[in-house]
């Protein structure tokens, strides 16, 4: 474990050697120099989010990554898995394709891993960069009256929303972007657990105003870094498609504020089964258990990779 005095070393270093090391990416970008036209949009997430968290930790700020490393080192795998889910979805949907990716399967898979690695940590970053900022941290609301009856309808929406999608793909896809929330979200409440819909119901609606404004922010950041990007993503939504910001039609950006609370439900939902899993289970049985859902976790990985490959991926380039 570091010390307090080497953490903030290493914030400083990271504060200077970040924005040259983006600077230099960019530079490799716009000169055509491999790997910064390939994996440029890894270099630019990973840089944002290590600057970010150095700033925090600079700054006095809750830096996850200073204060909780081997929580936010836990999140990588989660942040992974979230995002294959969406990425099953379009399986079905469609709603994006990814061009000039590298032909080598292990160099093409490691680029997943360490592409949606950066989702949920570049969205939660940003949350608490916007709460230190102070954003919305003195929002108060009427509190939110939340029964019984109100939670299960929910639940039922939400099921609803991410089955349509799948029958309905050309009509329903922008639902699967509201399905988790209105699924999960009653779950968290029930179990108390950080749960957006108890902030609201303490009248207090700062962290869902701080995670829409992250999601817009995100969604800022992936679709412009993506837009330079050789390796990148393309969208062929059924609808909506003009006029276009970057990549992205300018109504999908609609999508990014509540994907972002998406993430947010699903975070708390897997940590609440994992934190009573530790609880409720003996370590030997807590091990084995571990042991299974890694070795399930990985095939999944897997599987859903080369899905990504049959379904998702319409051109390649050489690395070497």
């Known amino acids: 474990m570091l010390g307090s005095n080497s953490k903030a070393a290493l914030a400083a270093v990271l504060l200077a050697a970040v924005p040259a090391f983006m600077g230099i990416a960019s530079w490799g970008l716009a000169r055509g120099i491999e790997p910064?036209?390939?994996?440029?949009?890894?270099?630019?997430?990973?840089s944002y989010i290590a600057l970010v968290e150095a700033w925090l930790h600079r700054r006095g700020g809750n830096s996850e990554l200073w204060r909780r490393p081997k929580a936010w080192f836990e999140l990588l795998p989660v942040s992974i898995g979230v995002w294959l889910i969406f990425e099953l979805y379009n399986f079905r949907l469609h709603n994006w394709h990814y061009l000039n990716l590298p032909d080598s399967t292990p160099v093409r898979w490691l680029g997943y891993s360490l592409a949606f690695a950066t989702v949920l940590p570049g969205l939660f970053a940003s949350r608490r960069l916007l709460n230190h900022l102070g954003w919305f941290t003195a929002a108060d609301c009427p509190p939110l009256v939340c029964s019984d009856r109100i939670l299960t309808t929910l639940q039922v929406l939400g099921g609803l929303f991410l089955a349509a999608p799948l029958i309905w793909p050309q009509v329903a896809f922008p639902w699967i972007w509201l399905g988790f929330i209105l699924l999960l979200e009653p779950l968290n409440y029930r179990m108390k657990v950080p749960s957006l819909l108890q902030d609201l119901?303490?009248?207090?609606?700062?962290?869902?105003?701080?995670?829409?404004a992250a999601g817009l922010w995100c969604g800022l950041l992936w679709e412009f870094w993506n837009y330079w990007a050789g390796s990148k993503w393309v969208y062929t939504l059924p609808l909506f498609n003009r006029p276009r910001l970057f990549e992205m039609p300018l109504a999908g950006f609609l999508g990014f504020p509540p994907f972002a609370l998406e993430c947010f439900a699903m975070v708390s939902t897997?940590?609440?089964?994992?934190?009573?899993?530790?609880?409720?289970?003996?370590?030997?049985?807590?091990?084995?258990?571990?042991?299974?859902?890694?070795?399930?976790?990985?095939?999944?990985?897997?599987?859903?990779?080369?899905?990504?490959?049959?379904?998702?991926?319409?051109?390649?380039?050489?690395?070497f």
Not at 201 to 212: I, K, S, T
Not at 289 to 318: C, E, K, M, N, Q
């Open 201 to 212: 119901a303490n009248g207090r609606p700062g962290r869902l105003y701080q995670l829409l």
């Open 270 to 319: 897997i940590q609440v089964l994992r934190d009573r899993a530790r609880t409720r289970l003996s370590r030997p049985t807590r091990r084995r258990l571990a042991l299974v859902i890694w070795v399930l976790v990985l095939l999944a990985f897997l599987g859903a990779f080369s899905g990504i490959d049959r379904f998702t991926v319409r051109s390649y380039h050489s690395v």
């Open 36 to 46: 910064f036209v390939t994996w440029y949009y890894c270099f630019a997430w990973w």
